[in-house]
């Protein structure tokens, strides 16, 4: 007989446990409104009445989520029954589109700066109400009876004859996220650097410059591909590929210099390093010439880049020569804002040096500076140029104040949401 200890022999029992792995994958869908904004300013109201029910004035076309929409005010009102009780207010789809889901906001807005307007907002509705949905170009949301018309006559939305609406929508979009597995920085470009190194160490330069006393190497291709005029000078039907050397007149050389920074580095050069300490020109005129020369040689990202800064630069005494280059270079941005800068300041715009400068060389600009005052004492903004369809009869389409909207689509079809 065998006698076994306790602890002398052990029977292991081994327990395998099965890890069963997956691979989970994830996305999420995101939805969201685009969202953008109109003002609609109507000068004249008192003379739009009597136009007739059905009968609207339109916005101009603005663009939101990338579709083209347009507010439509209707002086006497949408429909006949309302016997001009009302005015009424609709946006409308003033492009093609299918199932374009959108909200919206109509205000009337309050002219005595209290901010007590009066607003058809769809933003903060309920849940179950929705989106609206239009799927046809001309379709319209908005209100037969937006307002009672003899209420709106004798309140404060209504000034100098003028009234002022915003329309703000938001299209629905919905896009996909996926995670990422992985991810790698990506380091900046950096094409700008190396060009302007071939630039400043003159590798492969085949074209030389002499601009003043100073002499400027550079790459015929790389000035073409930048610059119509250097891409018609060197290889145009009246070009010559073959040309070494070409000889700028009425550029400063620390101006050309910038300029070939620019087409090099696609980047605006310090123009104050550029010139040196030494130098006498102020910042604003350094820019002034470095502009006449990107509109030289056609190169008109520099063109914008100078007018950003010379808007910066804008003072009494820079406002009337900027002005005048603004008109010479056709620099429309530039020249609306030095245009209202010096309606603004214009007393002391005209006791400046350069005011008198700008009645000789250029006495179209002072109508318009008077037309810029004009506009400002009115407390006026500028007027949207009005589309040719302002007279086209409307359709019959609206809904009250608290009640359903509805919209209607070119065919006849009439779609009721309730939001």
């Known amino acids: 007989m065998v006698n076994f200890d306790a602890g002398e022999v052990t029977d292991t029992v081994k327990i395998y446990k099965h890890t069963e792995t997956s691979n989970l994958s994830s996305s999420k869908s995101v939805i969201e409104t685009a969202n953008g904004s109109h003002r609609f300013e109507i000068k004249g109201y ?34 006949p029954e309302d016997n001009s009780s009302y005015v009424s207010v609709f946006l409308a789809l003033a492009s093609d589109g299918t199932d374009v889901r959108a909200l919206f906001e109509l205000t009337l807005v309050d002219q005595t700066g209290n901010k007590k307007h009066k607003v058809h907002s769809h933003f903060h509705r309920a849940l179950e109400s929705g989106p609206y949905t239009l799927k046809y170009k001309g379709s319209m949301w908005g209100y037969k009876r937006f307002f009672r018309r003899a209420s709106l006559e004798q309140s404060e939305f209504l000034k100098n004859d003028c009234l002022l609406l915003e329309c703000t929508v938001g299209v629905v979009r919905s896009r996909m996220e996926r995670p990422k597995q992985y991810s790698i920085n990506i380091p900046p470009s950096d ?9 400043e160490n003159e590798i492969g330069c085949d074209i030389v410059f002499k601009v003043g006393d100073e002499k400027f190497n550079a790459h015929k291709l790389v000035l073409a591909a930048r610059s119509p005029v250097f891409r018609a000078q060197f290889f145009g039907l009246v070009g010559n590929p073959n040309m070494d050397t070409v000889v700028v007149e009425d550029v400063e050389p620390s101006i050309f210099k910038a300029m070939l920074l620019y087409i090099y580095s696609d980047s605006l050069p310090d123009v104050h390093e550029i010139m040196g300490s030494n130098s006498s020109c102020s910042f604003a005129i350094m820019v002034q010439h470095l502009l006449a020369a990107a509109d030289r ?3 008109d990202r520099l063109k914008i880049l100078c007018e950003s800064k010379l808007c910066d630069e804008i003072t009494v005494e820079t406002v009337t020569t900027t002005l005048s280059l603004a008109e010479q270079h056709r620099c429309a941005q530039l020249k609306r804002a030095c245009l209202k800068f010096a309606a603004a300041n214009l007393n002391a715009v005209m006791h400046s040096e350069g005011f008198r400068y700008m009645e000789e060389s250029c006495p179209s600009l002072l109508s318009e500076l008077l037309q810029t005052v004009a506009s400002v004492d009115d407390g006026g903004l500028p007027l949207s140029k009005k ?15 608290g009640n359903p909207a509805e919209s209607v689509n070119p065919n006849g079809r009439r779609l009721r949401r309730r939001l």
């Not at 003379?47 to 209707?74: E, H, N, P, Q, R």
């Not at 009869?393 to 609206?398: F, I």
């Open 46 to 79: 008192s003379l739009a009445k009597g136009m007739g029910a059905g009968k609207y004035i339109s916005s101009d076309i603005f663009t939101v989520g990338g579709y083209d929409w347009a507010v439509y005010f209707y002086p006497d009102g949408k429909n």
């Open 191 to 199: 094409m700008g650097r190396s060009f302007k190194d071939l630039l």
């Open 297 to 299: 040689f056609d190169l």
């Open 387 to 401: 589309r040719s369809s302002s007279s086209v009869v409307g359709l019959d389409l609206g809904a009250d104040r």
